[in-house]
């Protein structure tokens, strides 16, 4: 723990680090998963989850402090690690709680008391959900991390509003079954010079500015086919930055959020497949909610033909209302929102103001405003993690 504590710049509690060698991940009273430090590599056929200890902890911060900035008056805002005081997560609920510590109550680690920011709730606006609503209770214990524990497990106490009682067992958790010690990673300096952040961020363009901001793959995958068979099988030819995008980053998933789809793929599930499919299901929710689906799906004149995914099953696309796909608009039909209207962009430019932060709308959203872009901006290839 020595290599993570110094990482951290934190020690961190005793009775922790006793249950972290002794049983490593672990779910807590069939309901509270200890995370420790710790890596797994990911197999699919397995059911095994990617999982590393550093991402885990700031993509929670990162959460936490936006739910924190979204829901509470700013006096009442925590501030979380790295910030100095800041809450330091160690667990997660069921119900998507976040279990924390907090490292402003003492310079002991052992006498940090725990911290819970409970369970919220989304119902996304959409046509049938007119109304979003979002919940959250951050509760402060005043108990120390064994103390908490053995609080939620005590007959003799009044059951935790929120979790109950649990039973007092711990087990290894379902999706960390071959966890592997967590080492810190070498700190290389930053990624960019000052010189190239403000090509990236500022004043770059086109395809150029976004190979430095998100640096592509060495080999992008594209499938077996070729752009003409793909032409001739789809019934048009499609955009030329389109193609200039994908030979250069081929299909993947942009920020964790949004997937392109293999262009060239053969067989079964290939791009025409995914057009057809989607389509299918816009024409009829179309003949069913005509006000909540106006669009005209390809090969309709000037019908939408869709190429990228988000996580959350938005649909990004062209309108294909020109004899010259160059010309196509860019628009994104919003999966729990209204239809708005094409992009004013083109793909490369939208995607470029998207990783940067500085663009975003129903189906892409925009970064969080405390997001570094530099750090945030991402591409993950085909087949190298599970969004896929």
Same mark, same amino acid.
């Given at each position: 723990?020595?290599?993570v504590e110094e990482w951290l710049g934190l020690r961190l509690p005793t009775d922790y680090k006793r249950l972290a060698s002794a049983h490593g991940p672990?779910?807590?009273?069939?309901?509270?998963?200890?995370?420790?430090p710790c890596f797994q590599d990911g197999d699919i056929e397995r059911g095994q989850q990617d999982f590393d200890y550093g991402s885990w902890l700031h993509?929670? =911060?990162?959460?936490?402090?936006?739910?924190?900035?979204?829901?509470?008056?700013?006096?009442?805002?925590?501030?979380?690690?790295?910030?100095?005081?800041?809450?330091? $997560?160690? &667990?997660?609920?069921? #119900?998507?709680?976040?279990?924390?510590?907090?490292?402003? $109550?003492?310079?002991?680690?052992?006498?940090?008391?725990?911290?819970?920011? =409970?369970?919220?709730?989304?119902?996304?606006?959409?046509?049938? #959900?007119?109304?979003?609503?979002?919940?959250?209770? %951050?509760?402060?214990?005043?108990?120390?991390?064994?103390?908490?524990?053995?609080?939620?497990?005590?007959?003799?106490?009044?059951?935790?509003?929120?979790?109950?009682?649990?039973?007092?067992?711990?087990?290894?958790?379902?999706?960390?079954?071959?966890?592997?010690? %967590? !080492?810190?990673?070498?700190?290389? &300096?930053? +990624?960019?010079?000052? $010189? !190239? +952040?403000?090509? $990236?961020?500022?004043?770059?363009?086109?395809?150029?500015?976004?190979?430095?901001?998100?640096?592509?793959?060495?080999?992008?995958?594209?499938? &077996?086919?070729?752009?003409?068979?793909?032409?001739?099988?789809?019934?048009?030819?499609?955009?030329?930055?389109?193609?200039?995008?994908?030979?250069?980053?081929?299909?993947?998933?942009?920020? +964790?959020?949004?997937?392109? #789809?293999?262009?060239?793929?053969?067989?079964?599930?290939?791009?025409?497949?995914?057009?057809?499919?989607?389509?299918?299901?816009?024409?009829?929710?179309?003949?069913?909610?005509?006000?909540?689906?106006?669009?005209?799906?390809?090969? !309709?004149?000037? &019908?939408?033909?869709?190429?990228?995914?988000?996580?959350?099953?938005?649909?990004?696309?062209?309108?294909?209302?020109?004899?010259?796909?160059?010309?196509?608009?860019?628009?994104? #039909?919003?999966?729990?929102?209204?239809?708005?209207?094409?992009?004013?962009?083109?793909?490369?430019?939208?995607?470029?103001?998207?990783?940067?932060?500085?663009?975003?709308?129903?189906?892409?959203?925009?970064?969080?405003?405390?997001?570094?872009?530099?750090?945030?901006? !991402?591409?993950?290839?085909?087949?190298?993690?599970?969004?896929?």
């Amino acid at each position: 723990m020595d290599g993570v504590e110094e990482w951290l710049g934190l020690r961190l509690p005793t009775d922790y680090k006793r249950l972290a060698s002794a049983h490593g991940p672990v779910l807590f009273g069939e309901y509270i998963w200890i995370h420790v430090p710790c890596f797994q590599d990911g197999d699919i056929e397995r059911g095994q989850q990617d999982f590393d200890y550093g991402s885990w902890l700031h993509d929670t =911060h990162r959460w936490a402090r936006i739910m924190a900035r979204d829901e509470l008056p700013e006096s009442d805002r925590p501030v979380f690690h790295p910030t100095v005081g800041g809450l330091l $997560a160690w &667990g997660f609920g069921r #119900h998507s709680d976040i279990l924390f510590w907090d490292t402003s $109550a003492s310079s002991d680690p052992d006498e940090w008391p725990v911290v819970v920011c =409970h369970g919220w709730e989304v119902i996304h606006k959409s046509p049938s #959900h007119p109304e979003a609503e979002r919940h959250t209770e %951050w509760r402060e214990y005043g108990l120390g991390f064994t103390e908490y524990l053995k609080y939620l497990t005590d007959d003799e106490q009044t059951p935790d509003p929120f979790f109950g009682r649990l039973p007092p067992t711990i087990s290894r958790t379902r999706f960390l079954v071959s966890p592997r010690p %967590w !080492e810190p990673p070498e700190d290389t &300096g930053p +990624r960019l010079t000052d $010189a !190239e +952040r403000r090509v $990236a961020l500022e004043t770059g363009s086109g395809l150029k500015a976004l190979r430095l901001l998100c640096p592509p793959p060495r080999a992008p995958h594209l499938g &077996g086919s070729s752009w003409e068979e793909l032409f001739t099988e789809l019934g048009t030819r499609l955009p030329a930055e389109y193609m200039e995008l994908m030979e250069t980053y081929g299909s993947g998933c942009w920020t +964790r959020w949004l997937r392109f #789809h293999t262009p060239l793929r053969t067989g079964e599930n290939g791009f025409t497949d995914h057009v057809r499919e989607i389509n299918d299901g816009y024409r009829y929710l179309r003949d069913e909610f005509p006000e909540g689906f106006p669009l005209p799906v390809w090969p !309709e004149p000037g &019908g939408f033909l869709p190429f990228a995914t988000s996580l959350d099953e938005d649909e990004v696309g062209w309108l294909a209302n020109s004899t010259n796909p160059d010309e196509w608009p860019l628009i994104v #039909h919003p999966r729990h929102d209204d239809q708005g209207p094409p992009l004013e962009r083109g793909l490369i430019a939208t995607l470029l103001e998207w990783q940067r932060g500085k663009f975003g709308t129903e189906g892409l959203p925009r970064f969080d405003e405390d997001d570094d872009p530099v750090e945030f901006a !991402e591409f993950h290839p085909w087949g190298q993690d599970s969004y896929w």
